[in-house]
């Protein structure tokens, strides 16, 4: 095999779990594989703007002594900016009241708010559809650590499923999670987590991390986000997105989580941290971490 990832990319499509259309799923194939399976598989949601990245950071690492090997799956919509940024919505973020979605403005209607809602059936699509797929088309990977990352409203997604199902995956990477969503609704599914985190046989790894630059007040805003300049600030104010997210691990800790790692990346902000948190992140979920 080639050692370039886009040699190491494969890629097939299955139907969408609760609506028409299909799911791009890619997957990336550890350059050196190990010689004792099984072999870990992380899985990324909203592929179409991190998949790339992940594997090129994971086969880079791979080739360290110690960093274990590690497919990559991708799980996208080959679709356009504008199209990916409302799909993702609906499949990765929980319901959401009219008064929040109101008080998103027109930001809420970009993205498209009004149809979110499909975090817990997604969920059950990754594990019950994909990863049963995944391990007939790699069965190297029977056995093996699945491991979730999400960023942003993807970073909300994987604290539903820790919070809900903590079962499901065997490490967490939740990464500058979108907790405001709601009004920080998801904070109450911390009610009886301690009880479902107790019943397990083995507790997941968590690592929960932030830019810490992410409450900085913006001086502009990006074309496309439907916001004025006041209005951006006004939501970053609201979505205390480092202090949240502190909070947030502080929360999971006093619950009982004993794997868990939170860090505020000193130098970035909501979209340079994303490579950190997916190398330091996966460093962490593979025990290369304290």
Same mark, same amino acid.
């Given at each position: 095999?080639?050692?370039?990832?886009?040699?190491?990319?494969?890629?097939?499509?299955?139907?969408?779990?609760?609506?028409?259309?299909?799911?791009? *799923?890619?997957? /990336? @194939?550890?350059?050196? +594989?190990?010689?004792? !399976?099984?072999?870990? %598989?992380?899985?990324?949601? $909203?592929?179409?703007?991190?998949?790339?990245?992940?594997?090129? *950071?994971?086969? /880079? @690492?791979?080739?360290? +002594?110690?960093?274990? !090997?590690?497919?990559? %799956?991708?799980?996208?919509? $080959?679709a356009a900016f504008a199209d990916v940024m409302r799909l993702r919505t609906a499949d990765l973020?929980?319901?959401?009241?009219?008064?929040?979605?109101?008080?998103?403005?027109?930001?809420?209607?970009?993205?498209?708010?009004?149809?979110?809602?499909?975090?817990?059936?997604?969920?059950?699509?990754?594990?019950?559809?994909?990863?049963?797929?995944?391990?007939?088309?790699?069965?190297?990977?029977?056995?093996?650590?699945?491991?979730?990352?999400?960023?942003?409203?993807?970073?909300?997604?994987?604290?539903?499923?820790?919070?809900?199902?903590?079962?499901?995956?065997?490490?967490?990477?939740?990464?500058?999670?979108?907790?405001?969503?709601?009004?920080?609704?998801?904070?109450?599914?911390?009610?009886?987590?301690?009880?479902?985190?107790?019943?397990?046989?083995?507790?997941?790894?968590?690592?929960?991390?932030?830019?810490?630059?992410?409450?900085?007040?913006?001086?502009?805003?990006?074309?496309?986000?439907?916001?004025?300049?006041?209005?951006?600030?006004?939501?970053?104010?609201?979505?205390?997105?480092?202090?949240?997210?502190?909070?947030?691990?502080?929360?999971?800790?006093?619950?009982?989580?004993?794997?868990?790692?939170?860090?505020?990346?000193?130098?970035?902000?909501?979209?340079?941290?994303?490579?950190?948190?997916?190398?330091?992140?996966?460093?962490?979920?593979?025990?290369?971490?304290?």
């Amino acid at each position: 095999m080639q050692f370039s990832v886009r040699a190491s990319v494969e890629q097939f499509t299955l139907a969408h779990p609760f609506r028409e259309g299909l799911l791009q *799923i890619s997957v /990336a @194939v550890p350059a050196i +594989e190990a010689a004792d !399976a099984p072999i870990p %598989v992380l899985y990324i949601v $909203d592929g179409d703007i991190l998949f790339g990245m992940a594997a090129e *950071i994971g086969r /880079a @690492v791979s080739t360290v +002594e110690g960093f274990p !090997a590690h497919y990559v %799956v991708g799980i996208g919509y $080959d679709a356009a900016f504008a199209d990916v940024m409302r799909l993702r919505t609906a499949d990765l973020a929980p319901p959401i009241g009219a008064e929040a979605l109101d008080d998103l403005g027109a930001f809420g209607t970009a993205i498209g708010g009004e149809n979110s809602g499909g975090a817990d059936a997604f969920l059950a699509f990754l594990i019950e559809t994909l990863r049963p797929e995944i391990a007939a088309r790699y069965p190297q990977t029977v056995g093996g650590a699945p491991i979730l990352f999400g960023h942003s409203l993807g970073g909300l997604f994987a604290a539903n499923a820790l919070l809900t199902r903590p079962d499901s995956f065997a490490s967490f990477i939740i990464s500058s999670p979108s907790l405001w969503w709601d009004g920080f609704s998801i904070l109450q599914k911390l009610s009886g987590f301690n009880q479902r985190l107790a019943r397990l046989p083995q507790q997941p790894r968590v690592f929960v991390d932030v830019g810490a630059k992410e409450q900085d007040v913006p001086t502009s805003v990006p074309d496309g986000m439907g916001l004025t300049l006041e209005e951006a600030q006004a939501q970053v104010r609201a979505a205390r997105m480092v202090d949240g997210a502190k909070d947030f691990a502080g929360a999971l800790r006093d619950s009982g989580v004993s794997n868990l790692r939170h860090v505020a990346f000193a130098e970035d902000d909501h979209v340079s941290v994303a490579p950190a948190a997916i190398l330091h992140g996966m460093r962490f979920a593979l025990g290369r971490g304290a």
